[in-house]
């Protein structure tokens, strides 16, 4: 949802533009005297100005993001300012024109400077909104698209690790290369992903059935996905194999508390978790949910499962 500066600023540039468009309707000008703009009104000129400084303060913004070197950057720069003092020299002609000793008609067409001054408004916002912090900036567009072409990139990266690993495991399969697979494919986030990634850990497992990695990374998608029957099975299978592993009382204690509700139980899990590895990165996490689960958190006296 846009910021309510972005919302002003942007409500300030319309009504602005509109004051230009209507100008000529509200004070026309006397049709007797040839009008020095000739075909094009301040109306376009306006426009075309604006145009040409945002265009310019696109560059700007692309310099800062780093999608332009600096020759590029150059070069770009010296286009758009080529631009915008050629519609400047001709959104002033006129006024100049009107300026003139000689000029009969020179209170007669107010339309005109009316023009010139909203069109200088409305540059001058975007000059403000170009500099202002986001998210009021005008320039967020240029900043989403590179955030956007930042995912790109990433996701690019991502595609090509996946398929030179299977072109690895294809020719030798190994527990440890499945499992790294299984969890460039969770990384995805998409229930396809998670189900290849839960296949490919199934197989490690099956390769290595003490391989302690593949047993966390399964349970934690089939959390991820709320399949709790099978996540409760794997943990039992885990439990087998690592039963000091704090791993176990911390799926026990998310299982019971997201999956069967059972809040008495998630409580007694996740204080044996604490106990154990009072200083696991998951330990903060833990703290939160068994406050949740406890009904100890302000507003949720009774406390709720999670999502």
């Known amino acids: ?9 942007l409500l300030v540039v319309l009504v602005a533009a509109g004051l230009v468009v209507a100008g000529p309707l509200l ?10 703009l000739g075909e094009e009104d301040a109306a376009g000129l306006a426009l075309r100005h604006r145009i040409a400084v945002e265009s310019l303060h696109d560059v700007e913004a692309d310099r800062r993001a780093g999608s332009l070197d600096p020759e590029g950057y150059q070069t770009a720069r010296a286009e758009a300012e080529e631009r915008a003092a050629r519609t400047l020299a001709a959104l002033e002609a006129p006024a100049q024109a009107l300026d003139a000793p000689n000029d009969p008609q020179r209170a007669a067409s107010p339309s005109r400077g009316v023009a010139a001054l909203v069109g200088a408004g409305i540059v001058a916002l975007i000059l403000i909104g170009s500099f202002l912090p986001a998210p009021l900036t005008l320039a967020n567009g240029t900043v989403v698209n590179a955030q956007l072409a930042a995912q790109q990139a990433a996701e690019a990266t991502r595609q090509g690790a996946i398929r030179r690993l299977e072109t690895t495991l294809a020719a030798k399969p190994e527990a440890a290369g499945l499992v790294q697979l299984a969890n460039l494919y969770l990384q995805g986030g998409s229930s396809a992903d998670v189900q290849r990634a ?9 390769l290595d059935p003490k391989q302690s990695d593949a047993y966390r990374l399964l349970i934690t998608a089939y959390v991820q996905t709320g399949d709790y029957k099978d996540a409760t099975a794997a943990t039992d299978s885990y439990a087998k194999i690592a ?6 009382p911390f799926f026990r204690g998310l299982i019971a508390y997201q999956g069967s509700g059972d809040r008495a139980a998630a409580v007694r899990w996740f204080d044996a978790f604490l106990e154990a590895a009072p200083g696991d990165p998951r330990a903060v996490m833990v703290r939160s949910l068994r406050a949740e689960a406890a009904g100890q958190l302000p507003g949720n006296p009774t406390g709720s499962p999670g999502p």
Do not use: C, K, N, Y
């Not at 949802?1 to 600023?9: A, D, H, Y």
């Open 243 to 248: 039963p000091s592993s704090p791993d176990i």
């Open 1 to 9: 949802m846009p910021e309510f500066g972005q919302l002003v600023i």
């Open 27 to 36: 004070w026309p000008a006397r049709t007797d005297v040839e009008s020095p």
């Open 198 to 206: 839960a296949r490919l850990l199934i197989l490690a497992i099956g």
